[in-house]
């Protein structure tokens, strides 16, 4: 009954390449995001949804596109690939503000 | 617009001894306050939340963090640190006007001693 899901956990990819990865959650939530988390661990909020619509949208280009087919569902699609894309990626649902729950994350290594 | 600041970006404790990281934030009303852990390969857990009352919240695991408006602080304590709380944690606020995005700190980095 895992809250808060993504695959794969592990991509090895090619520059150049499109991948995508999946992420659902069954908390019920209405809010869900993607977070790029760097090699400083820094984590970085690329979008965010809410009812399956997009509210936030942080300068993140436009290779990226996220898709929410449904408010349980946002899944991050990657066109063309790059080094600098490299990184590990949640997702991540909310109730309220602030309040997070993360999926396990998706570690993506671009060659 | 709101921030976060852990000035530590590695703490090293012995088991056993008390613990704690440092967290100062920015924002100009009342902020809602997280503490998250990251356990290596995961992702990140919420150790315990502010948004209003009692400043000093319990969480889970033993920690406990206290919010000082005069200080703009929210620093995680642990009175006795087991090796299995090694570990990233970061800090975050959101902001209590509506938005549902927080802001996270760098992180600080657990490193425990046997």
């Known amino acids: 009954d895992t809250a808060v899901s993504q695959t794969p956990k592990y991509l090895v990819t090619q520059m150049g390449n499109d991948k995508s990865i999946k992420c659902e959650q069954n908390?019920?939530?209405?809010?869900m995001y993607w977070y790029k988390q760097d090699s400083k661990k820094f984590l970085k909020i690329m979008f965010s949804y809410n009812n399956k619509e997009l509210i936030i949208n942080e300068t993140v280009p436009n290779r990226f596109s996220p898709k929410s087919p449904d408010k349980a569902h946002l899944n991050l699609h990657i066109n063309s690939l790059e080094l600098g894309d490299s990184a590990v990626y949640f997702c991540?649902?909310?109730?309220?503000?602030?309040?997070?729950?993360f999926g396990p994350g998706t570690r993506l290594t671009v060659l | 617009a709101q921030s976060v600041t852990q000035p530590d970006i590695h703490i090293t404790v012995s088991e056993g001894a008390s613990l704690e990281l440092r967290c100062n934030y920015s924002y100009g009303a009342t902020p809602y306050l997280f503490w998250y852990v990251q356990s290596p390969g995961q992702g990140l857990q919420l150790l315990l939340k502010?948004?209003?009352?009692?400043?000093l919240v319990q969480g889970i695991k033993g920690f406990e963090a206290e919010f000082k408006r005069s200080q703009s602080s929210f620093n995680l304590r642990k009175p006795s640190v087991h090796w299995s709380d090694a570990a990233e944690y970061f800090c975050a606020v959101g902001a209590s006007g509506g938005s549902y995005i927080p802001t996270f700190g760098r992180g600080t980095s657990l490193i425990v001693h046997p």
């Open positions: 991540a649902s909310s109730p309220s503000v602030g309040l997070q729950f």
């Open positions: 502010y948004f209003s009352g009692d400043t």
């Open positions: 908390l019920g939530h209405d809010t």
